[in-house]
């Protein structure tokens, strides 16, 4: 690490969607804080920030949101009443998540896209490379992916964004990168980005996941962005222009990640999510995977 690429410490994580594919659920209750085994999916996420070192965090939420900062504020009675029973394990529980980092929040306003959502975050990152953690995108803890690309920004300095490999006939769901390769297997170069692309038109079958180290640059680039796809400020469209000329902001290099990820945003991978992590669960796992494989079994039988 060198004074041009400072040691990053701030993660920003846009939490001011409106989650409408999980309606009526949705409704009165933040996406971010539907459950995933017994943990609301946001927190999965600030532990991510926290495990890589980024112990300040800012939270761009919006209207209905309070539930989000109610949970990593203390809760003096819940704790009092949890003290008083003796219940250890319960107040431990309850306690991590306020000491996990030191959080901060502020609103959207206008739900103008994601770009827009990391714009908000201008005044609290400053002059600084920063990190952004997209909710809907788990990361498995023992895949240590955010750490990786923050060693990648402090080597190389400029962006680092995370991809992944799918099949062509996926691509249309993600923003897609154009790359090149470098001496680092895991590490690319990115030279081009579109957003939800066609098969047909993908420079690659690399798709770009919710995990973003930036460079302060990026919030010019992002004042200056014209709405795209959508009638929103994309992300995507920003970093492209970073990717096309170095000048601006330092190079555009991908992580490919091969671990363990949980798409939180889509119904179906929801649930997938929660039986894979209850599976894996030292005090779950044993009797729901027992089960788990006699309802597969029961279900199997032909009727």
């Not at 209207?63 to 504020?73: C, I, T």
């Amino acid at each position: 690490m060198s004074e041009a690429n400072p040691r990053i410490s701030k993660a920003v994580i846009p939490a001011a969607g409106l989650g409408t594919r999980f309606l009526p659920a949705t409704k009165a209750t933040p996406k971010e804080m539907l459950p995933v085994v017994d943990k609301p999916a946001i927190q999965y996420v600030v532990e991510e920030a926290a495990s890589a070192g980024l112990d300040d965090v800012l939270m761009i939420t919006g209207r209905n949101k309070r539930p989000l900062e109610d949970h990593f504020d203390r809760n003096y009675e819940l704790e009092s009443a949890l003290q008083k029973k003796g219940d250890a394990h319960r107040l431990a529980k309850v306690q991590e998540s306020s000491d996990l980092a030191t959080m901060h929040y502020v609103r959207q306003g206008d739900p103008r896209g994601l770009g827009h959502a990391v714009l908000c975050a201008a005044p609290h990152v400053g002059d600084e490379p920063f990190a952004v953690l997209l909710g809907d995108d788990l990361i498995d803890p023992r895949d240590p992916l955010l750490k990786r690309m923050v060693e990648v920004q402090e080597e190389n300095g400029g962006s680092v964004i995370a991809l992944m490999e799918v099949a062509p006939e996926q691509i249309h769901l993600y923003g897609c990168a154009a790359v090149e390769a470098t001496d680092d297997g895991d590490v690319v170069k990115i030279t081009g980005m579109v957003e939800k692309p066609d098969a047909a038109d993908a420079p690659s079958n690399y798709a770009i996941i919710g995990r973003y180290v930036l460079a302060p640059q990026i919030f010019d680039v992002l004042s200056r962005t014209e709405p795209g796809r959508g009638g929103e400020i994309q992300l995507t469209d920003a970093l492209q222009q970073l990717a096309a000329d170095e000048k601006v902001g330092g190079p555009v290099h991908g992580v490919v990640f091969k671990g363990r990820r949980y798409d939180t945003g889509d119904r179906g991978d929801y649930l997938r999510a929660i039986v894979r992590l209850a599976c894996e669960r030292e005090d779950l796992g044993p009797e729901f995977r027992t089960w788990l494989r006699s309802y597969v079994a029961e279900e199997m039988q032909p009727q």
